[in-house]
């Protein structure tokens, strides 16, 4: 295979017209997944949970597969899964000293059972694939209004708690002080966080979640520090990543995953950038136009 | 403004202090002195209504202590805030406005105007709009006691808010404070290791060291 050839196989945009409308349900899924994925990240940087994400989306792997090996519903599957991984981090590791190792004994466990459970599964190769690394064709309606549903129940949870999380994530002590019910907070983002995974793993696949639910906010945090601004930006930089990928794969028979991984890959860099050049030019300077006292 | 009366706090076998018995009048400046483990912030979360007593009473401006009181504002002792956090330093000073109320971030003129007006009075308004993880020390800690003075409060609690800052910083911290005693007549009970810079400005001083009956002594 020459170089040409891999190209067009990477980018092929034949019958464009003609596909676009048979991915519909895949770009609305892609818009509201990144909605998602942008909003969440925000405290999952806030509260450095980027290893919890990448532990709980290879459990909701797990669910998935066995969900394909039993005939039943793959996006129960991995919401199971990936509430089942949220629910014992949140438990075992609520310690922050002890959340890595807890994630770190959770994580092969996870893919370990998945790997048995894709081995027994005797269907087509593509279903397996498509749970690592992900898939837009398989997104008919039903699942679309399965993913529509959880997607919304993330994103009320989300409002109704920003507030008192941001607080709770920024310092935990004066936030008790002040009324904020910190560990419960703390635990019922967890499963927040699972189903925002779970959602995440079906449109990109359980390898690549991180590429939604930590690059967008990782970039946009680079940016601004403005509390309202920073998750409009990291909400935006998701969507355009997945969107984005969907409308440059939809011509090849590659995943969706590397475009929508290289998007938010250069977006981030895009950031870093743009912040190096903000912190050069003072952010950091301080108004003369007041004197301490 | 803080009446405790016969108060003991134990966690299981061991007990932290007893027969404490103590009031703190509206302006009075009590400084609480311990060696590590004494009790000094469990004393102040009992205040906070984060911690409840094992025997005796406590009330604070008359009331049994409750969790995020309007009346009683906390400076905790100064920790670097996490990485990646997107917050400002006026945020931070609003968090102590309304962070504890439920949904997002709303835009408030009557907010605003007031967190403008804390943070002019620490001497914190010129880096009001840098992100939190690029403060100093010493920066932190001023927008922490505007966070605190937020909500106007009456009784003001510091545990350590001078850990880890260099002499200068614990001396202008230390001045803020003792300032908003004179002018708003604020009670202040500050937990420190740091005798230098606060005795010269306590009425009293409660020290926790002895592990028995623990005794307010004049400073």
Known sequence: MNLHEIWGEIFNFADYGALLSLVRNSLIAGAVLGLVGGLAGTFVIMRDLPFAVHGISELSFAGAAAALLLGTSVAGGSIAGALVAAGLIGVLGAKARDRGSVIGVLMPFGLGLGVLFLALYKGRAANKFGILTGQIVAVDTPRLSWLLATSAVVLVCLAVMWRPLSFASLDPDVAAARGVPVRALSAVFMLVLGLAVAVSVQIVGALLVLALICTPAAAAVRVTASPVLMPLLSASLATVSVVGGILLSIGSSIPISPYVTTISFLLYGVCRAAGAVRTRRGWTARRPDTVPT | ?219
């Open chain 2, 1 to 219: 403004m803080i009446a405790l009366h016969d108060a003991a706090l134990s966690y299981g076998e061991r007990t932290l202090w007893r027969g404490l018995t103590l009031h703190v009048a509206a302006g009075e400046f009590l400084v609480v002195l311990g060696s590590n483990g004494s009790g000094k912030t469990s004393l102040l979360k009992v205040l906070l209504g984060l911690q409840r007593l094992s025997a005796g009473t406590v009330t604070v401006n008359g009331r049994r202590p409750r969790r995020g009181s309007d009346l009683v504002g906390y400076v905790p002792q100064h920790k670097s805030v996490p990485p990646h956090t997107p917050l400002r330093a006026r945020d931070l000073v609003r968090m102590g406005i309304d962070g504890h109320r439920w949904g997002p971030w709303r835009p408030q003129g009557e907010t605003r105007r007031r967190v403008e007006d804390v943070l002019g009075d620490v001497g914190a308004a010129q880096f009001a709009d840098v992100p939190v993880e690029l403060l100093s020390g010493g920066e932190l800690q001023r927008v922490r006691i505007a966070q605190a003075l937020a909500t106007d409060p009456r009784i003001l609690l510091c545990d350590e808010p001078l850990a880890s800052l260099d002499a200068e910083h614990q001396q202008t911290v230390t001045e803020l404070i003792a300032r908003r005693r004179r002018t708003h007549n604020t009670a202040i009970v500050f937990v420190t290791h740091e005798t230098a810079n606060v005795l010269p400005h306590a009425d009293r001083v409660l020290d926790l060291a002895a592990p028995h009956d623990s005794a307010a002594l004049p400073a």
